[in-house]
């Protein structure tokens, strides 16, 4: 299984920063990366496919970036409303592995 | 708009088997794989498998091989996943949901519990 892994952990941050969330995969998965928001208690949301492409109707502060097998997550203005745990998960190879996750707390 | 409505939480004892549905609407239902995700109190998210509806093959995680069947029943736009042979471990909110694609369904809470 393709094994993607996740820094930081976990983040504080203050409104209007700007947060890099990184992702790392075990072997070549091309651009088949997403990005995932987990808000409390709600289901995962998606905002960011093929490494780089913003989901319909996700805030444009929210931005994807790829190299080789490593991927980003930036939100350039960190907003109240950001405060949740961010996934990415692989979609090139069966099974479809997700990071452990990123929690983003406001400071 | 986009729904994927699933059946209501479940208790189960160990042993038992559980069957939860997902029903899709607002969109054509044969056009995107459904996968199911879960995720066990406080933790991360796990991928458990993909059914394509419009064929019916689908590919599960090998951790699942065995325990999981995932359904689908074109003519009321609905998937099912059935895991057997509960364990505690197994507590956890079952989601469905088409990938990249929103929404989600809303998830379903299955406890596993003597």
């Known amino acids: 299984d393709i094994q993607m892994t996740q820094s930081p952990s976990s983040l504080s941050a203050s409104v209007g920063d700007r947060v890099t969330i990184t992702c790392r995969a075990s072997?070549?998965?091309?651009?088949?990366l997403a990005w995932f928001q987990q808000r409390p208690g709600t289901a995962p949301k998606s905002l960011i496919f093929d490494a780089t492409r913003l989901q319909s109707g996700v805030p444009s502060r929210f931005s994807g970036s790829a190299s080789g097998t490593d991927f980003t997550l930036t939100i350039s203005s960190l907003q109240p409303e950001d405060i949740a745990t961010y996934y990415c998960q692989q979609y090139n190879t069966y099974p479809f592995t997700f990071g452990p996750g990123t929690e983003v707390e406001i400071k | 708009q986009v729904q994927l409505v699933q059946s209501g939480a479940e208790v189960k004892k160990p042993g038992a088997s559980v069957r939860v549905s997902c029903k899709a609407s607002?969109?054509?239902?044969?056009?995107?794989?459904m996968h199911w995700v879960r995720q066990a109190p406080g933790q991360g998210l796990e991928w458990m498998g993909i059914?394509?509806?419009?064929?019916?093959?689908?590919n599960y995680a090998q951790k699942f091989q065995g325990r999981v069947t995932m359904t689908r029943d074109t003519s009321t736009s609905t998937v099912y996943m059935e895991l057997r042979s509960l364990r505690s471990d197994d507590t956890a909110l079952y989601y469905c949901?088409?990938?990249?694609?929103?929404?989600w369904g809303q998830g379903t809470l299955v406890t596993v519990s003597s």
């Open positions: 072997q070549v998965i091309s651009d088949s």
């Open positions: 059914i394509n509806p419009f064929a019916g093959n689908t």
């Open positions: 949901g088409r990938g990249i694609e929103n929404p």
């Open positions: 607002g969109y054509t239902f044969s056009n995107y794989h």
